[in-house]
């Protein structure tokens, strides 16, 4: 909060003590939420990006950085999806996993084997019709689960995409059934903004005939031959759906997001950057970041 200058009037006064201007200390502990940006889909389903969330001391008088990964860049439509890439981390200074943060969720497969990218989440597997069981990427431990693995689709020369991981539960395979996606992988939910919401849903595999479905938490769902896949739901850290045929585009990875809050009884945070949402619920005062930024207590 920026500091009043000069010859305060009553009225100032009376809104900085109602503000907690004055009012009380910085808080010694903090509640966090931090996800990492979504990987892309391909054939496979991008993984969601990881998801931290707990508690740590502060310092007063201390700017803690704040940065929000981008989801990886979608809308591709030919097999190699050149643009695909795993999302990017998020970050809360270095208090929360140091300088690593929330790790970004892993792009999905695509028809080279083993193409399947490695993140929070894991991406969702994708491969060539010979080959039929590519496995997904893995999970970062404590922060997200793996993708499921794609299965040969032999009457397409194509594939049907695994879900991409999600930080509540693994992405799932596609089913032995020609043409049919695996969905995306389950979210977790948490009620710190005040409002249960879920985040770092995986994307859902493409399926020639029938895509797999985004993952809760704002896993984007999959593409058919005849659909294009959607992508991740912005600041959930949801993974892009995946495509299982050239001529539609895969879904982009959906932004990340850091949620701090902490107790009413402590004075509200001294500065902030990068115009965070400052509520109050349930007594606490939230700062949601939704774009890059910083904010001292």
């Known amino acids: 909060m920026a500091q009043l200058s000069g010859v305060w009037t ?11 201007q004055w009012l009380g200390t910085a808080p010694p502990v903090i509640e966090y ?13 991008g993984g969601a ?8 001391t502060v310092s007063s008088g201390t700017s803690y950085a704040i940065t929000i990964g981008a989801g990886g860049a979608g809308g591709n439509s030919t097999w ?6 795993n999302g990017n981390n998020s970050l809360f200074g270095t208090l929360v996993n140091g300088s690593t943060g929330a790790v970004a969720g892993g792009l999905g497969g695509n028809y080279a084997a083993g193409s399947n990218g490695y993140g929070g989440s894991g991406g969702g597997g994708g491969s060539p019709s010979n080959d039929p069981q590519a496995s997904g990427g893995s999970g970062t431990s404590g922060q997200g689960n793996a993708g499921g693995s794609s299965y040969g689709n032999s009457s397409t020369s194509g ?14 395979n596609a089913p032995a059934t020609t043409g049919v996606g695996g969905n995306g992988g389950a979210g977790i939910a948490s009620s710190i903004s005040g409002t249960v919401t879920t985040y770092a849903g995986g994307g859902g595999g493409g399926g020639y005939v029938t895509a797999g479905t985004g993952g809760s938490g704002g896993g984007g769902n999959g593409g058919t031959s005849s659909s ?3 992508a991740g739901t912005a600041n959930t850290g949801g993974g892009g759906g995946g495509v299982a045929y050239s001529a ?24 902030t950057t990068g115009t965070p949402t400052q509520t109050t619920a349930n007594g606490y005062y939230i700062y949601t970041f939704t774009a890059s930024g910083s904010i001292t207590f």
Do not use: E, H, M
Request: proline share 1%; glycine share 28%; net charge positive.
């Open 228 to 230: 294009s896949a959607t």
């Open 33 to 45: 939420l931090v996800v990492a940006g979504g990987g892309t889909g391909r054939i496979g389903g």
């Open 49 to 56: 990006g990881g998801l931290l969330t707990g508690a740590t």
């Open 159 to 172: 594939s049907d995409g695994g879900g991409g991981g999600g930080a509540g539960t693994v992405g799932l």
């Open 80 to 85: 190699s999806f050149i643009n695909a890439t």
């Open 248 to 271: 539609q585009s895969n879904g982009a990875g959906g932004s990340g997001i850091v949620i701090i809050r902490y107790p009413t009884s402590y004075k509200l945070a001294a500065s």
């Open 10 to 20: 009553l009225s100032q006064v009376s809104q900085a003590v109602q503000n907690g």
